[in-house]
């Protein structure tokens, strides 16, 4: 008898569905169900349920244990009046998460422009550290001190 995960790839290969588009049609990240495929994995409830409400036409019977048909008689399938995408709640939310994310974009973005000019400012004086330092000769500057040297022992 064919596991799961067999019954989903041959419904996936009967609708003509890529992989990939299948894997995001149940929101899955991409390479998850050729993954289950070749390790014949289980599939979890989760995932048969969300492929249930996704794929409306397929037998939940066949589904899950082989038995009937791979989709469901016309007779078998509900006829609902059909909603408009995207639904007005849906909308309004959308619009709220929009705008709370650029309330925290805006707010984000002036602390992170104080920290960029000060990091801005930290690496200049720092490379004016390091040309100082890269003029510098050692054996000039032992010289030097040995002449300063000198000066004290003679005061």
Known sequence: MAKTIERIDQFRQHKGISLNAFDASIGRPSGYTGKQIRSSGSVGSDILETILRTYEEINPGWLISGEGEMLKNESDLVKEEQEPYPKPEIN?????????????SEGLAQPLERLSDGVLKLLIDQQKILRVTEGLNINRLNKIGDKLDQLLKEL
């Open 92 to 104: 309004q939310s959308t619009a709220l998460i929009r705008k709370d994310i650029q309330q925290l």
